[in-house]
């Protein structure tokens, strides 16, 4: 199943009211918003009642017929906390600021636009990862996402040595770049 699949099902499920839905989207989602709250002397109390609410603001808008959602849910869910947060700190008047004025150091539009960024990034760079091919694909796992060092790399992969391996590594980066660049391009 594709993220986009995903996500479309986990829309329906929340739709519904599935609780698993609900508590898949809380998983993927809760630790990025409360880290934001925090980031805005929020404490974690704050930060699940505010992820709370931004649940049930897309369960509302996906009862509307009319809603499409356009971005990945955890941008749409962090657009909405960021929202609720900023106008809950000045209805508290724990700052003396307007949303207005907070615009010029936090812009939402700014930070979604980065997010969504970042999420096109990483599905150029998923999509990337599977058109490489093996054995880049698996070294280049072992080496950057589960941390392996280089002797044990050339062992598990039949290499000479650590170098030769690292070698290998270079040559399947260089490849992924170039992969990635062509998608990120188009």
């Known amino acids: 199943m594709t993220r986009s699949e995903s996500e479309k099902s986990l829309l329906e499920g929340l739709k519904k ?3 698993a839905a609900a508590e898949a989207i809380y998983k993927s989602n809760f630790r990025q918003i409360r880290s934001m709250i925090l980031q805005y002397q929020g404490q974690p109390e704050d930060a699940a009642d505010i992820f709370q609410e931004a649940i049930i603001v897309l369960y ?4 509307q017929p009319d809603f499409h959602l356009h971005c990945q849910i955890g941008t749409y869910l962090f657009s909405v906390s960021k929202n609720l947060w900023l106008k809950k700190l000045n209805k508290n008047r724990h700052f003396q600021f307007r949303i207005e004025e907070e615009e010029e150091y ?5 930070d979604l636009a980065l997010h969504e960024e970042k999420e096109n990034s990483f599905r150029v760079m998923e999509k990337a990862l599977e058109n490489i091919g ?3 694909r698996s070294l280049l796992r072992a080496f950057y996402m589960e941390g392996r060092p280089m002797q044990q790399i050339a062992s598990d992969f039949g290499y000479t040595n650590a170098d030769n391996a690292k ?4 040559k399947c980066l260089v490849r992924l770049k170039k992969l990635f660049f062509e998608d990120n391009n188009k």
């Open 17 to 19: 009211g599935e609780k």
């Open 60 to 63: 509302q808008k996906l009862q």
């Open 106 to 110: 936090v812009s939402v539009n700014e």
């Open 134 to 136: 093996e054995p880049c």
């Open 167 to 170: 070698t290998q590594k270079y």
